[in-house]
C-alpha cells in the first residue's frame, strides 16, 4: 500500500521518468582531451549511437514508455539522424549542454554560450525547443540554476537532494522551475562504464555484477513505490545497449508495468503536473 | 537501427572467438619500470609467469576437451622466452595473432617505432612456427590513428583491438572501406578488468576487490545469452595468468558448457571470422 502523500496522476502510487544520457564520445573526451587521439576510447562511446540506442529504443517500445532523452547538442549535430529517429519515435528531448561541459568550471558568460549553442543545436536538427535541462555529470553553480530562468526551462532533472520534484529557489524566492531529482544507485553508468586510459570510474573500481545492479535498481524501485516517490533512473546507451545488459533495462521496465500503480511520465509531463499540483 | 540478422556460416546463429592474451610478465615489467629499480623485481612479475608455466597448459586441454578452436595473441618477447608452450599452441591449431613485442602502447609510439615492433615480433613468429601472424590486438589500451593503416600495409588481414560494435566489420582507412576486418572486443567480456590483483605494483589502481567468480561468469553468461539473441559476435578476451587458475578455469569450462546448451554456435579463430566476413559483408 502506498504511503505516497501526493496525489499522482491516474491515482497512481508513484511516478516513473525513465531517462536516457546520450553522452556518446563526449563522456570520454570530457574525462580527457587526450581521447582524442585514442580511436578505442571513443569507439566505446560512439557504440552507443551505433548499436545501444536501437535496442534501448526498442525495449521502450516493447513497453509502451516514453522516455526523456537528455542530448548534448554537439551529439545533435555529430549524429543528427539519430536525434530525430529518437524524437520521430515520440520521445521528449531535452538539453544536456554543448559538449557535455563541467559546468562549474565556466565563467557565466560561456556557461550562458554552451547554452546558446546547445539549445541552438537541438532546434536545428530536432526541430524542437527543449524544456528541460540536466547538468552534465560535472558540478554545477547557482548561476547556472539561473540560466535556466533566463532560457525559460520548465524544468531540470541534475540534483540529488530529494526523491520528489520541488520548485527551485533562485535569490531566496521559489520559481515555477521544477527540479526532478536523479539519484546515483540509479544511475548505469556508474554500475558499467570501465576503461584503463583514460581511467573510468578514477579508482578502477570492477564492473558490476548484471544480477546484483538489476536487483538493486528494483529493490529502489520498491521504495518509491512504497512511499510513493519519483523514479527517475538514467541510462546510457553505450552502458546499457550492450547485448546482455540490454535484457537488464527490459527486466527492470517489465517489473515496473507488471507491478502496475505506477504513472509513467515525460520531463514535461511531471513539470507541468508539478506546476499545477505540488507544493 | 534495426539491421538484418547476421548470416553465419552453417546456419549458425552467432559466432564465438575465445581469445587468449598470453602476456606473461611483459605487462608487470612495463608497470615496474615505473619505479626507481623496478628492473630487479622479481615478485609481480611471477604473477605473470604463472600464465605460460601453468595456465596455458590447462587451458590447451579444456580447449582440446571440447574440441573448440582459439586465437592466442602473444607479445613477441614471450614467444622467444616460452618457445615450447608457443609452439604448442601453434601446433595444436589455435591461431596466434600479434600483440606487440613487449606489450607497448602503440597510441605512445611513431609509426616507424609501431612498424619496428611489428617486424620484430613476426620474425620471431616465423622463425618458431615458420609463419608470420595475419591478426593483430593492440596491446595496453589504445592504438594510435595511423595504426590500422600500417597494419594493412604489412599485410595484417584483420585485428581485434577496437570497441566500437558487436559484430566485424571493415575497417576504413583514409575515407576508404578496405579489406582490413575489425572484430571488436569489450571490457565487459575482460576477464583481466574484472579479476587482475596485485599489491604492488597496485593493480587495478584503486584496488578494487577481486571479483566472485560467480558474478564473473553471471555476466559473461548474460552478456553471450545477449549476443545469441541478436546472433552476433561474441568476443571473449581473457589472459591465461587470470583465467587459468584452477578455480577459473572451472568456471571458463562452465561458460563453454552454457554456450554449448545452444546447437547453432560457431566458435572460430579470428582469421576464420576475418575470412568469412569479408566473403560475404
Known amino acids: 500500500m502506498s504511503q505516497s502523500s501526493i496525489a499522482w496522476p491516474d491515482k497512481a502510487n508513484c511516478a516513473v521518468m525513465v531517462t536516457v544520457n546520450m553522452d556518446a564520445e563526449l563522456f570520454w573526451l570530457g574525462l580527457s582531451a587526450d581521447a582524442a587521439r585514442r580511436p578505442k576510447t571513443l569507439s566505446m562511446g560512439q557504440y552507443g549511437i551505433k548499436r545501444g540506442l536501437g535496442r534501448v529504443l526498442d525495449a521502450f517500445d516493447r513497453f509502451g514508455v516514453t522516455a526523456t532523452f537528455f542530448i548534448p547538442g554537439r551529439i545533435a549535430e555529430l549524429y543528427p539522424a539519430t536525434v530525430r529517429v529518437i524524437a520521430g519515435r515520440g520521445h521528449e528531448i531535452a538539453h544536456h549542454g554543448y559538449a557535455h561541459e563541467h559546468y562549474a568550471a565556466l565563467p557565466l558568460a560561456q556557461q550562458r554560450e554552451e547554452f546558446n549553442k546547445g539549445i541552438a543545436a537541438l532546434e536545428q536538427v530536432a526541430g524542437i525547443r527543449p524544456r528541460g535541462f540536466r547538468a552534465p555529470e560535472g558540478e554545477m553553480t547557482r548561476e547556472t540554476l539561473g540560466l535556466l530562468r533566463e532560457f525559460g526551462f520548465a524544468y531540470s532533472s541534475s540534483m540529488f537532494g530529494s526523491d520528489i520534484p520541488y520548485f527551485i529557489e533562485l535569490d531566496g524566492q521559489p520559481t515555477d522551475i521544477v527540479e526532478i531529482p536523479i539519484q546515483w544507485e540509479t544511475n548505469d553508468f556508474p554500475y558499467f562504464a570501465f576503461n584503463y586510459t583514460p581511467a573510468f570510474p578514477a579508482g578502477q573500481g570492477r564492473p558490476a555484477n548484471y544480477s546484483h545492479a538489476l536487483s538493486s535498481w528494483k529493490g529502489e524501485y520498491r521504495g518509491y513505490y512504497r512511499y510513493g516517490l519519483c523514479y527517475v533512473p538514467q541510462f546510457d546507451p553505450q552502458t546499457i545497449g550492450t547485448p546482455g545488459r540490454i535484457a537488464l533495462l527490459e527486466s527492470l521496465l517489465d517489473y515496473i508495468k507488471t507491478t502496475g500503480g505506477a504513472w509513467f511520465c515525460t520531463g514535461s509531463e511531471m513539470a507541468e503536473f508539478w506546476r499545477k499540483n505540488g507544493r | ?281
Not at chain 2, 540478422?5 to 605487462?27: H, Q, S, Y
Not at chain 2, 596455458?56 to 614471450?78: C, H, M, N, Q, S
Not at chain 2, 593492440?138 to 590513428?145: L, M, N, Q, R, Y
Not at chain 2, 571470422?273 to 559483408?281: K, P, T
Open chain 2, 1 to 281: 537501427m534495426n539491421e538484418l540478422p547476421i548470416k553465419w556460416p552453417n546456419g549458425a546463429r552467432c559466432a564465438v572467438m575465445l581469445t587468449f592474451d598470453l602476456d606473461a610478465e611483459t605487462t608487470w615489467a612495463n608497470g615496474n619500470a615505473d619505479f626507481p629499480g623496478g628492473e630487479y623485481y622479481i615478485r609481480s612479475l611471477s604473477l605473470g609467469q604463472y600464465g605460460p608455466h601453468r595456465s596455458a597448459p590447462r587451458i590447451l586441454d579444456l580447449l582440446k576437451r571440447y574440441e573448440l578452436p582459439a586465437t592466442f595473441f602473444v607479445p613477441g618477447w614471450v614467444a622467444e622466452h616460452y618457445p615450447d608452450i608457443f609452439v604448442k599452441i601453434a601446433e595444436a591449431g589455435h591461431e596466434v595473432g600479434h600483440h606487440g613485442y613487449t606489450h607497448e602502447r602503440f597510441v605512445d609510439k611513431t609509426v616507424d617505432e609501431q612498424r619496428e615492433i611489428i617486424e620484430k615480433s613476426q620474425a620471431i613468429f616465423k622463425r618458431l612456427i615458420g609463419k608470420e601472424a595475419t591478426g593483430y590486438r593492440t596491446p595496453s589500451g589504445d592504438w594510435s590513428v595511423d595504426t590500422p593503416r600500417l597494419l594493412n600495409e604489412m599485410g595484417f588481414r584483420f585485428s581485434s583491438s577496437m570497441r566500437g560494435d558487436d559484430r566485424p566489420y571493415r575497417t576504413e582507412i583514409d575515407g576508404r572501406v578496405t579489406d582490413f576486418i575489425e572484430i571488436p572486443a569489450h571490457w565487459e567480456l575482460d576477464d583481466y578488468v574484472q579479476f587482475a590483483y596485485s599489491y604492488f605494483p597496485a593493480e587495478p589502481s584503486g584496488q578494487a576487490r577481486i571479483s566472485s567468480h560467480d558474478y564473473v561468469f553471471d555476466n559473461f553468461s548474460r552478456e553471450f545469452d545477449g549476443y545469441y539473441r541478436y546472433g552476433l559476435c561474441f568476443c571473449l578476451m581473457m589472459h591465461p595468468q587470470v583465467i587459468g587458475k584452477p578455480g577459473r578455469v572451472m568456471m571458463l569450462e562452465k561458460l563453454i558448457q552454457h554456450i554449448r546448451t545452444y546447437p547453432d554456435v560457431w566458435f572460430a579463430t579470428g582469421g576464420q571470422i576475418a575470412d568469412w566476413w569479408r566473403q560475404n559483408y
